[in-house]
């Protein structure tokens, strides 16, 4: 898992991501699907530093 090998808990990530940690939790065990792009001038993806096949 990506946060895992970066060394980041879910809040850390949550925060990178301008998500609540619940919604970090959810998302990895499948509960729900993330959406990667946000509204505003920084994807989820460049906040993240991360790439995901056909979405960033």
């Given amino acids: 898992m990506l946060r895992?090998?970066?060394g980041w808990s879910q809040p850390e990530l949550a925060r990178a991501s301008g998500m609540i940690q619940s919604a970090v939790a959810r998302f990895e065990v499948g509960g729900t699907v993330p959406v990667?792009?946000?509204?505003?001038?920084?994807?989820?993806?460049?906040?993240?530093?991360?790439?995901?096949?056909?979405r960033c």
């Fill in 4 to 6: 895992e090998r970066r």
């Fill in 36 to 54: 990667l792009e946000t509204p505003g001038p920084e994807s989820t993806c460049a906040r993240l530093r991360a790439r995901v096949a056909g």
